[in-house]
């Protein structure tokens, strides 16, 4: 795997959303640093919500494993998530009285998200902008 790639399986554990935030953090700090990527500070925290709702989303819709991939194009990091779930998330109409369940809107305001079936499950891919904040 190149510089400008990293990947994590993900258990199911709660422990992954924390190793997933903490994988994250960690490529955009190194391509920052080693590479010379224009990496926003304010990019690495959407970067790291971003991660964190994709995968508790896989956690508590997907049974079993999934698995993380992080992308470095040009200056967008785009981030993939595979699950075992066939079924595509859906973001709900917006409701401010609504408790919880609104991962999906955050996502989609951070990122452009695409989500694709595959043999076992599916894909969510959402590309983050490094250089500007939204």
């Not at 993900?10 to 640093?33: E, M, W, Y």
Request: proline residues 7%.
């Amino acid at each position: 795997m190149s510089a400008r790639e990293a990947s994590l399986s993900l258990s199911g554990d709660p422990s992954c959303i924390a190793q997933a935030r903490h994988l994250a953090a960690a490529f955009l700090t190194k391509v920052r640093d080693r590479l010379g990527v224009p990496v926003a500070t304010a990019s690495i925290e959407i970067v790291q919500l971003v991660v964190s709702e994709l995968v508790t989303n896989a956690r508590k819709y997907a049974p079993g494993p999934a698995l993380m991939h992080l992308r470095l194009l040009g200056s967008v990091l785009r981030v993939e998530l595979w699950d075992s779930s066939p079924i595509p998330p859906a973001v709900r109409a917006s409701d401010p009285t609504r408790i919880g369940q609104h991962g999906l809107e955050i996502v989609a305001a951070l990122a452009h998200v695409v989500t694709e079936p595959t043999a076992v499950g599916k894909r969510i891919t959402a590309d983050i902008a490094l250089t500007s904040v939204v």
